[in-house]
C-alpha cells in the first residue's frame, strides 16, 4: 500500500493561515521538502482551495522563480478533491468530488509511490478520521499569528502521534514529522 504523508506549514501558535486567510508568511518550504524525498513521490492530494495557489508553479512566473520545484510541481500526477467537479486547468490532474475518502483509499491501494499532500487542512481531517495519513510533516515557522485556522481544525476526536524526526533550519524554522500512535 502506498503512504500519504501531510507536508504542512504552521505558525508558531499552530495556524496555517491567518484571520484573512493569507499564508504568504510561510515562506521556509522550498529547503524543508528535500529533493530526496521529493523523488519518491510520484502524486501530489491537495484540496481545491490549496489546489489553485499550486497551479503557480505551472505559469512562467513560477518556473522561473524555482525551476526545480516547478517541474516536479507540473511532472507528477495531481489529484484534488473538491465539492463539485471542475476544469482543472493543469495537465496531469484528476478530480474527485463524490466519496473523496473512498477514493483517496483506492488512490492509496494502487501500485505506484509516496502520495504527498500539501496543505489542505479540511481535507487532512478528514483523512485522519479515515486512518489514511502515515506521516505528518509540520514546519513550525517562527512567526506568531495570534488568530487564523488551526492545523486540525474540525477533527472531532484526539490524535495521538509519535514524534520521528525533527530538523531546524537556518530561517529559525523547525520540522516536525510525526507518525499516528498505534492503538
Not at 496555517?16 to 521529493?38: G, K, L, Q, T
Not at 483523512?127 to 495570534?146: H, K, T, W
Amino acid at each position: 500500500m502506498r503512504r500519504i504523508f501531510l507536508f504542512m506549514n504552521i505558525s508558531l501558535d499552530g495556524y496555517v493561515e491567518d484571520a484573512s486567510h493569507d499564508i504568504s508568511m510561510f515562506h521556509n518550504d522550498f529547503e524543508a521538502f528535500s529533493s530526496r524525498e521529493s523523488q519518491e513521490v510520484d502524486t501530489l492530494l491537495f484540496g481545491h482551495k490549496t489546489y489553485e495557489m499550486m497551479k503557480f508553479w505551472s505559469t512562467p512566473e513560477g518556473e522561473a522563480l524555482q525551476p526545480e520545484i516547478a517541474r516536479f510541481m507540473n511532472e507528477r500526477q495531481k489529484v484534488v478533491a473538491s465539492h463539485q467537479s471542475f476544469d482543472p486547468g493543469w495537465s496531469h490532474v484528476t478530480v474527485l468530488h463524490e466519496e473523496v475518502v473512498a477514493e483517496v483509499r483506492r488512490l492509496k491501494e494502487q501500485p505506484g509511490k509516496t502520495i504527498a499532500m500539501f496543505g489542505s487542512n479540511t481535507l487532512c481531517v478528514s483523512l485522519m478520521q479515515a486512518g489514511l495519513i502515515d506521516e505528518f510533516q509540520i514546519v513550525v515557522n517562527p512567526v506568531v499569528l495570534g488568530e487564523g485556522t488551526s492545523l486540525f481544525k474540525g477533527l472531532p476526536q484526539k490524535a495521538d502521534l509519535t514524534m520521528t524526526k525533527t530538523h531546524p533550519f537556518k530561517s529559525g524554522a523547525i520540522l516536525l514529522t510525526y507518525e499516528p500512535t498505534a492503538s
